[in-house]
């Protein structure tokens, strides 16, 4: 696996799936930087500008973005 | 063939999973998320062994148990179809493959519905939300509208009050939600509340710039302009793909008896995707357990 992939979460405190994103790249030791969107608005308008979507999660694999907890996206990204 | 195929891996689905695997039943487990409708329950109080434990972290626990035992589980996939075939049933997931089992439960539970007016479909996730929980803190300083008129509908008024900048609140009839979360809602000073309103047209290019409602009572239809659309009302069974193989009830819910059974020899369903009366966690999770035994039954029956 290649870890040396840049990875972004954009996401909300409360949204479930956000943290399950989370939990899958860390399971796999997988560094990546968090983007609450919800306090942060010039994270909101990237999110929405990359992926088109007003939901989250979206995550940005280096330029690659996945919108949801997409397990067979995330992993193809990474490279499993 | 599988002993058996489990269709839903929510609370239904991976109870009855653990009790085929107990009675060493060759069992498939087949479903599109782990969790279903607990994932978007943030609080649970009253699942029995826990004080409080968030919905996320109840999953995990069922997760982690049910894969202690050595089951087939695929995730991921859609189910497109459900028949009957010789000696037991197959079921077909969206990328086509097919899988046999001599026994089928169904748990394949709810999902939020769907309005169905133009342009819902497509600005899904582009301003039309069924979670607002997850999608709520987008809307900073927006002006948003949330449809329904139950407690999940008001529930998510009263949050995004701290959110938006304002919030109009349409339902088809009047306010049916919980009195103390009614009080609420209509003492808060950015909220409008329309009742009689029917929601006709979601309204927008790239994303939602408005919302066509129609009042009831006047038969006159306006537009609110909102860059939100917060679909509260209610759920639905996934239950489409049985059509063919099964008579549904009005709400499209499998019709089961007390022994989980449907009427098809072999063929079971358990939790909210039933006409169970309660939808509960702590049901659904009996309910699986049942229909997993029942078929256990079924199974050495036949065999012997």
Known sequence: MDTAKKVLVYSTPTCPYCKRVKQFLEERGVPYQEIDVASDKAG???????SGRMAVPVIDIDGVITVGFDEASLKKQLGE | ???????????AGMTAAVYAARQK???LLLSKDVGGQVNWTLSIENYMGYQFIEGLELIQKFEEQVRKFPIDIKIGSEIVSCIRVHQGFEVEVAEGTKYLGRTVIIC???????????????LRGRGVTYCEVCDGPLFQGNEVAVIGGGNS???AVIDMTKIASHIYLA?????????ILREKVEEADNVTILTEHETVEVKGRDSVSGVRLKDLKSGHEKELAVQGIFVEIGLTPNSDFLRGTLTLSELGEVMINCACETGIPGLYAAGDV???PAKQIVVAAGEGAKAALQAHQFLQKCSS
């Open chain 2, 1 to 11: 063939m599988y002993d058996l195929i489990i269709l839903g891996a929510g609370p």
């Open chain 2, 25 to 27: 039943a060759e069992t």
């Open chain 2, 171 to 179: 339902s088809l009839t009047p306010l049916t939600g919980d009195h």
């Open chain 2, 274 to 276: 039933t006409n169970v």
């Open chain 1, 44 to 50: 909101r308008d990237e999110m929405v500008s990359k």
């Open chain 2, 108 to 122: 394949s539970g709810k999902r939020p519905r769907m309005l169905n007016v133009p342009g819902e479909e497509r």
């Open chain 2, 153 to 155: 509908a008001l529930e």
